[in-house]
């Protein structure tokens, strides 16, 4: 009975999964922005149209090179802010750290596993920024060579997507993203329960 109840307080081994999986949305993130913008260079034209006012009449538009370097900015500030933010949220002290549960997370050793969340879901949200910005990148280039797509809307559209998704995703981090693990019922507990019950059925 004692071995059973150590065994399901200790915290589980820490693997290279358990430490690479907050790299891992951002990585595909990457990758998949380094995809896009790989096509971006070989099919841009050299006059690119950023926004359109209406089929076949542009509102704004820029060289391809410019584009390119936008894309790099936007896709290094990503990057700065990720690397920023997860320094100070690995190096803030647990006390000052805001998160739903504090005082399931703050005590008893779960303080690693919830920097890891925060990590993790930070991630995935840096890892859908990049997606995000990959689409708005591939919806240029498709633009580009077909009139469905000389709109204003299709990039607002993407944008109000993103932020919306940004939203419920950080509804769900405070709400559900930090729920504490259920407490597994000892067999000692069991036992007696069974017992109980036998012997009131005899009565």
């Known amino acids: 009975m004692t071995d059973q109840r150590t ?7 820490r693997g290279v999964g358990w430490w690479l999986s907050p790299l891992r949305p951002v990585a595909i993130g990457m990758v998949v922005l380094a995809i896009v913008f790989v096509v971006g260079l070989k099919t841009l034209p050299l006059h690119t149209i950023l926004i359109w006012a209406g089929p076949h009449d542009r509102a704004l538009a820029a060289s391809s090179s410019d584009v390119e370097i936008l894309v790099l900015i936007a896709g290094l500030v990503v990057l700065g802010l990720w690397l920023v933010t997860a320094g100070i949220m690995a190096l803030v002290p647990v006390r000052h750290v805001l998160v739903p549960h504090s005082a399931y997370w703050k005590s008893g050793g779960r303080h690693p596993e919830m920097r890891r969340r925060y990590a993790a879901y930070l ?9 995000f910005i990959a689409a708005e990148l591939l919806l240029g280039i498709l633009s580009q060579k077909g009139s469905a797509l000389e709109t204003p809307w299709a990039p607002i559209v993407v944008s109000i997507a993103y932020i919306v998704g940004l939203l419920i995703f950080a509804v769900w981090v405070f709400t559900d993203g930090f729920r504490p693990a259920p407490t597994p019922r000892s067999s000692g507990t069991g036992a007696v329960g069974a017992r109980t019950g036998q012997t009131s059925a005899r009565r």
Request: charged content about 10%.
């Open 123 to 131: 991630g995935r949200a840096v890892g859908g920024t990049y997606v």
């Open 7 to 13: 065994s399901s307080t200790r915290p589980a081994p």
